[in-house]
């Protein structure tokens, strides 16, 4: 089955008087038709500048250095803006973070609905303005035929985010594209959309790559997670594997950083040291080497491929079952971390 969207090395770089700075570098990943990946990371890591250059909306100087990205069999990041212009909101949709960000204010609802359903379809006004009342009683707007005249300020924040998710349905796309599209909701809100998306994605067979620093609302609603370090891939891997048995240190520590409903009240969460470093400070070898409690001699000197475990496919070389060994200690604590430690050290015991 031909993926939806097939990302295949890509590299952003945002040129500077002081040389090119790389903001994704080397990134591969595929989501199925009907299929829901979450992009998790910290801020910096690359998740939402990914989502820009699949949409062709990098800000400039911004560009797709190297690379391919295809949208079912066609490759989408060398045309030009025009035709580039016809696949978005057609064939992708896009849901920002902020829905005040995506509505004009100054229009009714209706109108902004039937004005992108008629740039995409052959539809009169009548038709046009059916299919808005449908779009929105299909996520959740009640009293959808009255709805249609109000404008955006008289809505609540959720019920923005769903005339949003309304407005990226409206051509039938293949791909929506949702950035943080919960992170501005409270919690109950946050549930609703998330749930909304799921039955929209099952129902329609729409891809959805969705876009968080939010590991729960990921392990609710996402089929696969990429988790991004650096503009770089970290891990890959279905989300029951990757939440329950994460194989990258970075991963890992995400993790350890929820809190637990069932855990020790007292218990004090993990933290990952330092922060993310900022694009012209990305250090050599692994870029996640000074944060990680399991580095050794490997790590600042050679960059780790992506290797597969029995959980997921992750960039460390602990996982690397043909390069050097790390340390029967550093190996020792990996082991009991629950990572697959693939280059066992000669004589340890794990």
Avoid: W
């Amino acid at each position: 089955m031909t993926p939806t969207l097939s990302v295949r090395n890509l590299r952003v770089e945002i040129p500077t008087r002081h040389g090119a700075l790389t903001a994704i570098d080397d990134l591969s990943f595929d989501i199925a038709p009907g299929e829901v990946l979450g992009v998790v990371g910290e801020s910096g890591a690359g998740k939402s500048i990914t989502g820009s250059a699949i949409i062709g909306l990098l800000d400039p100087p911004g560009r797709v250095a190297g690379g391919e990205i295809l949208l079912g069999s066609q490759r989408i990041d060398n045309l030009s803006p025009a035709a580039m212009r016809g696949i978005r909101g057609n064939r992708i949709g896009m849901i920002f973070q902020d829905p005040l960000t995506s509505l004009n204010p100054l229009y009714r609802i209706g109108d902004q609905l039937t004005e992108t359903i008629l740039t995409h379809e052959r539809l009169s006004p009548k038709a046009a303005a059916d299919k808005a009342e449908r779009l929105l009683i299909e996520v959740g707007i009640p009293a959808a035929g009255a709805r249609l005249s109000s404008y955006p300020h008289q809505f609540s924040g959720g019920m923005r985010q769903r005339v949003v998710i309304a407005l990226a349905l409206a051509a039938d796309p293949e791909l929506i594209i949702a950035d943080e599209p919960t992170t501005a909701l409270d919690v109950s809100v946050q549930a609703q959309i998330i749930a909304l998306l799921k039955r929209l994605c099952r129902d329609r067979g729409t891809s959805v790559m969705l876009i968080t620093h939010d590991m729960g609302v990921i392990a609710e609603t996402a089929d696969r997670v990429c988790v991004l370090y650096a503009g770089r891939l970290a891990e890959i891997g279905a989300v029951r594997n990757v939440v329950k048995h994460p194989q990258h240190p970075y991963t890992r520590g995400l993790m350890a950083a929820i809190p637990s409903l069932i855990g020790d009240p007292d218990e004090k969460l993990e933290q990952i040291p330092g922060s993310m470093p900022r694009l012209g400070a990305i250090p050599d070898g692994c870029a996640f080497n000074p944060r990680c409690t399991f580095r050794f001699d490997r790590c600042p000197a050679e960059r780790p491929g992506i290797y597969e475990t029995s959980a997921s496919r992750a960039s460390c070389f602990l996982l690397d079952p043909t390069g050097k060994p790390p340390p029967a200690e550093t190996a020792a604590r990996a082991v009991a971390a629950g990572i697959e430690v693939r280059a066992v050290p000669a004589g340890a015991s794990l």
